[in-house]
């Protein structure tokens, strides 16, 4: 069964800290991997976009790194701001040929002051 | 240049009633998908629409279906509301059907079930 498990579920940390989201997945065959960010009750934003030949692709203080062999994404995000706070979703990207995007159930990121 | 948009904003609907959600894709996009998001939860997909036909479909029964217009623009239909309809309702936007393009979401229609 293709799936796509995100962790932790939860996450809580200070302005100006760091922070690593996981991403495992065993959706086969692989096309790519994206990243997105979602502020409660509004639409997905894409973050990052990787193929299965790309192995790290940035945006600003979002980067994000993939591991085609183990299927592990991670996204780091650097000096994170109140803004940041929001819920963050892998999406991977089934066969080329048919539509098939499967998504985690999101980290829930919270920054505080 | 608008970016995808959606209407209602809010929906409030009774068991056994029907809905209809309305999305206009971002300009110059010519796909359009659906998705259901509950609450706490990623993303479902429904279907997705290209060319006026339904071209990919996700688990949903029968009671969900959809037309996309000449203009690109898509509507959503549930048929018998149920409880468990209770959900954001997500739309995307692609230039392209395929997996390579970019999908662009509207704000979402929230609807309540009771």
């Known amino acids: 069964k293709n799936q796509v498990e995100q962790s932790p579920q939860s996450l809580i940390i200070l302005e100006g800290k760091n922070c690593t989201l996981q991403?495992?997945?065993?959706?086969?065959?692989?096309?790519?991997l994206r990243w997105y960010k979602q502020d409660t009750g509004r639409g997905p934003v894409s973050l990052t976009i990787?193929?299965?030949?790309?192995n790290t692709k940035s945006n600003g203080r979002y980067t994000a790194t993939l591991d085609a062999d183990t299927k592990q994404s991670s996204l780091h995000i650097t000096a994170s701001q109140l803004s940041d706070s929001a819920s963050y979703i892998c999406?991977?990207?089934?066969?080329?040929?048919?539509?098939?995007?499967?998504f985690g159930t999101g980290t829930r990121l919270k920054v505080l002051a | 240049d608008a970016g995808v948009t959606q209407s209602p904003t809010h929906l409030i609907k009774t068991r056994g009633q029907q809905v209809t959600l309305r999305c206009s894709p971002k300009?110059?996009?010519?796909?359009v998908s659906w998705y259901q998001q509950a609450l706490g939860q990623g993303p479902q997909f429904i279907f997705q629409?290209?060319?006026?036909?339904?071209?990919q479909r996700g688990n949903f029964p029968d009671r969900f279906s959809g037309h996309q217009f000449p203009n690109y623009s898509s509507e959503l239909n549930v048929n018998a509301l149920l409880l468990g309809d209770s959900a954001l309702y997500l739309c995307?936007?692609?230039?392209?059907?395929?997996?390579?393009?970019?999908?662009?979401f509207g704000p979402g229609t929230r609807l309540t079930v009771t």
């Open positions: 300009s110059g996009h010519d796909t």
């Open positions: 991403c495992n997945y065993t959706v086969s065959p692989f096309s790519n």
């Open positions: 999406v991977v990207s089934g066969a080329p040929g048919t539509y098939k995007y499967i």
């Open positions: 990787m193929t299965f030949s790309e």
């Open positions: 995307a936007s692609s230039l392209g059907f395929g997996l390579d393009y970019e999908q662009y």
């Open positions: 629409y290209y060319e006026e036909e339904e071209r």
